[in-house]
């Protein structure tokens, strides 16, 4: 089993939807989550940085972690065609290990 | 966060050859990262590269394939040996924001080996 699953789509919305993008992990140790984006051809650029269990906010986009379910998601509001990517979730345990999902490919059609 | 830049962006090489990927960061940091991206698959840690240490390798790599140096704080090179086809792939480096537990990457480098 891998330590991070990340469904890799390809996901397909219309401008304007709200996206969910979701990872599940195994390790309980993992206490640093994190987003990040991947536009083609480029290096993955961080998105959102969440510690622990809960909600955060920035802009159109959240991040949710249920630590007691192993689960964690990314939502975009009001999605538009430049939030075309591929869309990493990353986690991190107390030794600063990284551990990366494969990716979820997001097309936002105009 | 920091400003990495990473040369080449894209090199197409021959089998056998080697070829030494620079990493630059615009601050001082303690952590570099090696990763290897091939498409569709997670990215994969190839080596941890402090300054002042040896580079520490995952299961997997090792160092005649992949030497890394770590000259100063803002700097590292990965080079890849003996380059077969199998050695395609992005390769990123990333840098660790010291307490911040947050990874900030490289563009990358694509590599294409005939």
């Known amino acids: 089993q891998k330590e991070v699953e990340q469904d890799p789509g390809p996901l397909s919305v219309p401008e304007g939807a709200i996206v969910s993008l979701n990872c599940t992990y195994s390790?309980?140790?993992?206490?640093?989550f994190m987003w990040y984006r991947q536009y083609s051809r480029k290096g993955p650029e961080l998105l959102m940085y969440?510690?622990?269990?809960g909600n955060k906010e920035d802009g159109r986009f959240t991040a949710q972690v249920d630590k007691s379910s192993k689960y964690i998601s990314l939502f975009i509001r009001d999605s538009q065609p430049s939030d075309s990517a591929t869309y990493l979730c990353a986690m991190a345990d107390n030794f600063n290990k990284f551990y990366f999902g494969s990716g979820t490919k997001l097309n936002v059609k105009p | 966060s920091a400003v990495i830049s990473q040369k080449p962006s894209r090199d197409i090489c021959q089998r056998g050859t080697s070829l030494t990927i620079q990493c630059q960061v615009d601050s001082q940091v303690t952590m570099m990262f090696w990763y290897r991206q091939q498409p569709g698959q997670s990215l994969t840690l190839i080596a941890t590269a402090n300054q002042g240490s040896e580079a520490t390798y995952e299961s997997g790599f090792v160092i005649d394939k992949f030497p890394i140096s770590r000259p100063n704080l803002t700097f590292s090179t990965l080079t890849v040996s003996n380059m077969s086809p199998e050695d395609s792939s992005i390769y990123l480096c990333?840098?660790?924001?010291?307490?911040?537990?947050?990874?900030?990457f490289g563009p990358g480098t694509r590599l294409t080996v005939t």
């Open positions: 990333s840098v660790e924001i010291a307490g911040a537990n947050e990874q900030y």
């Open positions: 390790n309980s140790a993992f206490q640093y």
């Open positions: 969440t510690y622990s269990s």
